[in-house]
């Protein structure tokens, strides 16, 4: 894979960064979380500092190909600037007018940010032309290409893939960090290897509990989708999530995981409530329960004690570990020790520690977890995923191209 080294000299060059600024917002549309805005400041500094001219695309929320001012990237803008002590302009279109003029007037060593790259539906179009026309756009605005966007890696996307196909193209800071962490938590992995998987839905993990059966020691499952393996080995679990769609995948997994000699740890008591309001983040009484005796009328939220310890221990005890989904609903209180305990548990492994992204991620921060006690903590929730589940990933893929 190409590496910003492989690029030369870059003062002068106008150089098209895609990062990935997809963050959360508020009502008020301030930034909640701007950790991804963060990890891209290594290889935004790095290339001001070569004096290159920077001009940075992003994508924020879905407005699926229409310009909404909900989704501008204007609060990105405001906060970059923050962070890099530097004004960041933001361009009123993406190629456009706009665009062009405050690319133009960019000097050594300064840097421009574009409007959403998803207010044109070119953007994510199936079709290959559609995108192709785009990157041409894009390639219009660049010197060379930068791929630091490692959220979107797994997206064919013609700011991510078809772009690279154009100009000179290289890997990012974040994203070769990426890459290079996520492959030594699973091509060759210290032992025992460890992986912890969690949240709400079972089949988004389906494919990564297969390509990972027979290459990790064990598999920790918490979280909304343990319910679907505790369903599926006959257990009744109240009105907790279940995937009944999933339940003949999770009872293949059990039996091929005890055939191979390997161990999936489930929860053995989990924390329920009858009363729970997500959207305002409330639960009624909350009660630890064995997993083999949940109430009819009583919805798991959260991994129990005995389960953290048993989840804690194994951790612990790992030389790799790999964690993506939290154990439990953590944005709401009283329901967050299960999440925390993994957190806290992963601090403490004695080798290599990843953080798979997305609301593992935001968990650590939520939580209060400074970033720096875990080995790495990913950008990119569904790319880490597939990475896992061993896909190809179309943005990585094309770096490794010839260009």
């Given at each position: 894979m190409r590496t910003i080294d492989t690029l030369g000299d870059l003062a002068g060059k106008k150089v098209f960064v895609r990062s990935d600024f997809n963050v959360p917002l508020d009502e008020n549309r301030?930034?909640?979380?701007?950790?991804?805005?963060?990890?891209?400041?290594?290889?935004?500094?790095?290339?001001?500092?070569?004096?290159?001219?920077?001009?940075?695309?992003?994508?924020?929320?879905?407005?699926?190909?229409?310009?909404?001012?909900?989704?501008?990237?204007?609060?990105?803008?405001?906060?970059?600037?923050?962070?890099?002590?530097?004004?960041?302009?933001?361009?009123?279109?993406?190629?456009?007018?706009?665009?062009?003029?405050?690319?133009?007037?960019?000097?050594?060593?300064?840097?421009?940010?574009?409007?959403?790259?998803?207010?044109?539906?070119?953007?994510?179009?199936?079709?290959?032309?559609?995108?192709?026309?785009?990157?041409?756009?894009?390639?219009?605005?660049?010197?060379?290409?930068?791929?630091?966007?490692?959220?979107?890696?797994?997206?064919?996307?013609?700011?991510?893939?078809?772009?690279?196909?154009?100009?000179?193209?290289?890997?990012?800071e974040l994203v070769f960090k990426e890459i290079d962490s996520l492959s030594r938590a699973t091509k060759n992995p210290e032992r025992p290897y460890t992986v912890v998987l969690g949240g709400s839905k079972v089949s988004d993990k389906l494919g990564v509990i297969e390509n990972l059966l027979d290459k990790a020691d064990r598999l920790l499952i918490g979280g909304g989708m343990a319910f679907t393996f505790l369903k599926a080995q006959g257990l009744g679990v109240g009105k907790s999530l279940v995937d009944d769609a999933s339940i003949e995948a999770c009872t293949g997994y059990l039996k091929a995981a005890e055939a191979a000699g390997k161990r999936i740890l489930l929860p053995v008591d989990v924390r329920v409530a009858s009363e729970v309001d997500f959207g305002t983040c409330t639960v009624g009484q909350v009660d630890v329960v064995p997993t083999d005796a949940i109430p009819a009328d009583k919805m798991g939220l959260d991994i129990g004690p005995a389960t953290e310890k048993l989840f804690g221990d194994a951790i612990r005890q790992a030389r790799s570990v790999f964690w993506n989904g939290p154990m439990g609903v953590f944005e709401i209180p009283g329901l967050e020790s299960g999440t925390r305990t993994v957190a806290q548990a992963l601090t403490e492994v004695d080798g290599v520690s990843v953080v798979g992204g997305g609301d593992s991620a935001s968990a650590v921060r939520a939580l209060g977890f400074p970033e720096d006690a875990f080995g790495h903590i990913s950008t990119g929730g569904g790319a880490s995923l597939e990475l896992m589940e061993g896909k190809v990933l179309p943005g990585i893929a094309v770096l490794k191209e010839g260009n």
């Open positions: 301030n930034i909640t979380d701007d950790g991804r805005i963060r990890a891209a400041l290594p290889t935004l500094k790095r290339l001001l500092d070569a004096g290159a001219r920077v001009v940075v695309s992003a994508h924020l929320g879905r407005p699926k190909g229409q310009v909404k001012p909900e989704f501008s990237l204007a609060p990105v803008a405001a906060r970059l600037s923050e962070l890099l002590g530097a004004d960041v302009p933001l361009a009123a279109d993406t190629v456009g007018p706009d665009a062009h003029a405050k690319v133009d007037a960019l000097g050594n060593g300064q840097i421009v940010l574009l409007e959403n790259v998803r207010f044109d539906k070119r953007e994510d179009s199936k079709v290959d032309a559609e995108r192709e026309e785009l990157a041409k756009e894009y390639a219009d605005l660049a010197d060379v290409f930068v791929s630091d966007g490692f959220g979107v890696v797994h997206r064919k996307q013609a700011s991510v893939y078809d772009i690279a196909k154009l100009v000179p193209s290289a890997a990012g």
